[in-house]
């Protein structure tokens, strides 16, 4: 059943059942005929160069290669002509895209998941996010339909192309080194172990401390820089070795999770208003929209507010935060889980180029990174804690009833605002839980409301 495949922005199963290079195939052909379809009849000032060829990639994982080979086989199955760009981090598809202004394209990869897992990143024309809204669910009924993975009669052409020097180029811009640093990087034995040297290495004045940058076909410790317990390694050498900055990549290397010198995690949302705050003064940006999702903490409005910029508050999830970058013409994006957006980088997420940010953002502070994240953290936060609950609809709308004299918003899943404290839950996708963000002026009153909370939602559960 290809159809368990396909999740709400990717396709994402372990490897080899339910995901083989049989689906794989088919994946390709199916994504291949509806960027054809979704294509016709476009005005010519919408066209891209390249109508008819796709970019394809893939990450470290030992099924890659072979699931990117038949993937590439499904595509020219069409007709359609194939640019392969080699083992890369997802953020490098992108820029592909846009590199060769191709009709879309398709990293193959599992993101941060076990290696046991595999699967495509899909985008269309300018590297626009194909999730289930926006084309995902056309794929997946193509790719049902199709009960063979054989000869066509027509075969499209296939080059490979390293486009490693004008990507490195491309980052590199976004980097503005002021004085020395020392950083420490765990690149989770992930793609970030090729894209740190290809693309940071001999910068002068930039020294990078190496942690699992061995690309090995596993990995030493889950590549989800999110959980705190897979910091461990940089925090050790951190300890060991003096930085100025940590930074852990996760396994497909499109997200860093920051560290400050001593070894502390910076927020995601704390990233994000940094980053606004650097972005809207100068005067380039004056006045420009920065997306945020809804549940960073409220300082991060409060900072692009103060700083002159519009702030924009979107649901979770990449293509919605894309697609209302584009819409506004947002100079700048991020979300509590690490993806950072950039509109001079095709409004897409890069984690190399939010690495050459944040290292031009401390280069120019003299002081070290724990005094430049201080100032904005004013609130005290639950961090997300997942709850177990099966009528996930329904205890959406016990809570809406418990706090009806708050303002109430359903933008994504429930937010409930009462002035000194607020909270969002939000429904996973794939499995029986709900997700809690709570943010309070003092971390006693963020434990005062937990205990409140827990009476309707129960006790949180490990979640994923």
Known sequence: MIEKIFKAYDVRATYPSPLNEEAAWKVGHASAQFLKRSRQGVAADQRVKMEDTMCVGRDMRPHSPSLAKALIDGIRSTGMNVIDVGMIDTS???????????????QT????????????????????????????????????????????????????????????????????????????????NGMAGKMVPAVFGNIPGLEIVPILFEITGSFTHEPNPLVEANLAMLQAKMKEVPVDLGACFDGDADRAMFLDETGRTIGSDIVTAVMAKDLLTRPANKGATVVYDLRSSHVVPDTITAAGGVPRRDRVGHAFIKKTMAETKAVFGGELSGHIYYRDNFFADSAAIAFAHMLSIVSAQPGKVSAVVKPFHTYAQSGELNFHVEDKDGKIRDLAEQYKKAEIDYLDGVTVDLGDWWFNVRKSNTEPLLRLNLEAATPSVVQEKLVELKKLLGEPVEGH
């Open 109 to 188: 990869t599992a993101s941060h998941n076990p290696v046991q897992y595999n699967g495509f990143k899909i985008s269309g024309p300018k590297a626009k996010p194909i999730g289930s809204a926006s084309g995902l669910d056309d794929i997946k009924r193509i790719a049902a339909t199709l009960n063979r993975t054989g000869d066509t009669g027509v075969t499209g052409k296939l080059e490979e192309q390293d486009l490693w020097a004008a990507y490195r180029a491309h980052v590199l811009q976004f980097l503005d080194l002021k004085r020395p640093l020392k950083v420490a990087i765990d690149a989770s």
């Open 92 to 106: 490098f598809i992108y820029f592909a895209i846009n590199h060769f202004d191709c009709v879309g394209g398709i």
